[in-house]
């Protein structure tokens, strides 16, 4: 699923109405171990680094969203689950239209190595999902400002301790 970031026309209209990341909905996602929620923070933060560190230099990120978001159950997309999803977004900023290919497809080769599957594509927007552990990646061009990207990644959702407290 697509996930919108809100903010950036605010942030690009929110970014075209909203910055694509991942879409805050009902959560589903696995992983091989349940994560905890600062494991799952630490896993987004890991990839943002492990894709800036590919990324053509010089590129200045800077911070858009780190933030843990609510789950919700399937049959009542209203209501929180218990678990939660980390998000780390970043802007990338100054990079000319003309370097944008180069970085989205540096963001796509990257990804795809790492073994993340691309889920959507675009003009513009390049949405991965990794199939092993239900982590999402993202980018998208900055719309109304022209040398600004968006990278983004959000943790499939998790217990806040890694496992789902008893029921009584």
């Known amino acids: 699923m ?11 209209s929110a970014l075209s109405a909203g910055v694509v990341l991942l879409a805050a909905t009902s959560c589903s996602g696995s992983a091989d171990a349940p994560l905890t929620s600062a494991q799952a923070k630490q896993k987004t933060d890991t ?20 933030a ?16 939660v999803k980390a998000v780390t977004s970043r802007f990338l900023r100054d990079i000319p239209a003309d370097h944008h290919d180069t970085i989205f497809d540096t ?29 999402k990646a993202s980018i998208s ?7 600004t990207l968006v990278v983004g990644f959000e943790s499939p959702c998790v217990w806040p301790n890694g496992t789902k407290p008893p029921t009584g």
Do not use: M
């Open 68 to 83: 843990e978001e609510k789950c919700f159950k399937k049959d009542a997309p209203s209501e929180p689950d218990g678990r």
């Open 141 to 147: 061009d900055g719309d109304n400002w022209p040398t």
């Open 47 to 66: 990839y943002f680094t492990q894709i800036f560190l590919a990324f053509p230099k010089p590129i200045s990120p800077v911070v858009d969203r780190d």
């Open 107 to 135: 963001f796509r080769g990257h990804l795809v190595v790492a073994g993340f599957k691309v889920t959507d594509s675009r003009p513009g927007v390049i949405v991965l999902t990794n199939p092993d552990n239900g982590f």
């Open 2 to 12: 697509t996930v919108v970031f809100p903010r950036a026309r605010a942030v690009r």
